[in-house]
C-alpha cells in the first residue's frame, strides 16, 4: 500500500551537482525519519544523510558541507542536494522511511499499520 520512488539520479562531470527526489505514495497517515544510503559495488549499503519529522538533519562526515537533505512541507518527499561531487560519491542512492503509518483496509474495515520502506534505488555515477 505504500511506495517509495526516487528520481534524479544520472551522470554528472566531479565539481558537478544533482538532486534527487524521492517520492512517498499510499494511504499514508504519519511518516517518521526518512533517510538516503547508498552502495557502491563491493561495499556495504552506507548511511548518508538523515531528516526527522522535527526537520532535524544528520550526515556521514564523508558528505558534510556537500549535500543537504530536505522535505516538503507534506512530510511525504524527501530531497538530497548534492553539490561538489566527486568520484566516489558514485553510487546507486537508496531512499529508507523506517516507521510509516498507513491504513491497511479490507471487507472487514481498516487499521492503522507501521512498517518500513525502501525505494527502488537510483544511480548516481561522477565521471569525466
Known amino acids: 500500500q505504500v511506495q517509495l520512488v526516487e528520481s534524479g539520479g544520472g551522470l554528472v562531470q566531479p565539481g558537478g551537482s544533482l538532486r534527487l527526489s524521492c517520492a512517498a505514495s499510499?494511504?499514508?497517515?504519519?511518516?517518521?525519519?526518512m533517510d538516503w544510503y547508498r552502495q557502491s559495488p563491493g561495499k556495504q549499503r552506507e548511511l548518508v544523510a538523515t531528516i526527522t519529522s522535527d526537520d532535524i538533519t544528520n550526515y556521514a562526515d564523508s558528505v558534510k558541507g556537500r549535500f543537504t537533505i530536505s522535505r516538503d512541507n507534506a512530510k511525504t518527499t524527501v530531497y538530497l542536494q548534492m553539490n561538489s561531487l566527486k568520484p566516489e560519491d558514485t553510487a546507486v542512492y537508496y531512499c529508507?522511511?523506517?516507521?510509516?503509518?498507513?491504513?491497511?483496509?479490507?471487507?472487514?474495515?481498516?487499521?492503522?499499520?507501521?512498517?518500513?520502506?525502501w525505494g527502488q534505488g537510483t544511480q548516481v555515477t561522477v565521471s569525466s
Open positions: 529508507n522511511a523506517d516507521n510509516v503509518s498507513y491504513f491497511s483496509c479490507s471487507g472487514y474495515g481498516c487499521s492503522l499499520k507501521t512498517d518500513a520502506y
Open positions: 499510499g494511504s499514508i497517515f504519519r511518516i517518521g525519519a
